[in-house]
């Protein structure tokens, strides 16, 4: 069933440009989507472009599709609905190892699955993973590490996905509003929190950080 996921990790503070924006969120959202078939046929066009995806998750293009927003928007919770920008972009991977997107300062992410193997995106310090096959949505802050793993796994091994089918989601963003905000958890900066940025080093097999 849709909806929110509550973690108990401590408080983290999203650190962009080298000053603090906001605290990061303590919630992940996840629910469904079942994509049309005409975007599912654009998407495995889109994918014949895509080389070297094994643990990367690469980009095939930016676009905009008013069915795309409606099917997003009718999926979202209402008060979500508002905050869905028209902008999207097709990402492929095979697996993904543990990142972050930092350069995403002002908005919350989301991947909409449209095909692929069954899969997970886990975020190792929230403790939450949520499903990442087709039709699987997931709505999350993209400071906070995650990576795209087999269903259980809790580390990223290269040649595990090797072989494997890439999976093809839709990326989109939700700009960062009062009610989105309050929805996932996002306080104002706390004191001493630990840091999340792009300066903050990933263990790519394990998600654990460190500050550069």
């Known amino acids: ?4 996921i509550e973690s108990t990790a401590p408080a983290a503070v999203c650190v ?9 969120a303590t919630r992940v959202w996840a629910g469904c989507a079942d994509p049309s078939p005409a975007g599912t046929a654009e998407a495995h066009k889109a994918a014949k472009s895509v080389t070297g995806a094994t643990g990367k998750v690469l980009s095939a293009g ?5 069915s795309v927003h409606r099917c997003l928007a009718n999926a979202l919770p209402a008060q979500l609905r508002a905050a869905l920008r028209p902008r999207f972009e097709r990402y492929y991977c095979a697996g993904a190892y543990f990142h972050n997107d930092a350069h995403y300062s002002g908005v919350l992410f989301g991947a909409w699955c449209i095909l692929g193997p069954e899969r997970e995106v ?10 990442a096959g087709p039709s699987n949505l997931v709505v ?6 995650h990576a795209v793993l ?3 796994e809790r580390h990223y091994a290269h040649e595990r996905y090797e072989t494997d089918a890439m999976s ?3 990326g989109f963003e939700l700009e960062l ?5 309050r929805l996932f958890g996002i306080a104002e900066p706390v004191a001493d929190a630990m840091e999340l940025s792009s300066r903050v080093r990933i263990n790519a097999q394990t998600g654990a950080t460190t500050i550069a």
């Open 177 to 181: 509003l009062v009610p989105v905000r």
């Open 1 to 4: 069933m849709p909806g929110f």
């Open 150 to 152: 087999r269903p259980g």
């Open 62 to 66: 930016v676009f905009s599709s008013d």
């Open 16 to 24: 962009s440009d080298g000053r603090q924006v906001r605290n990061a």
């Open 122 to 131: 886990v975020f190792p310090r929230l403790s939450i993973r949520t499903p």
């Open 140 to 145: 999350f802050d993209p400071f906070e590490p």
């Open 168 to 170: 093809e989601f839709i």
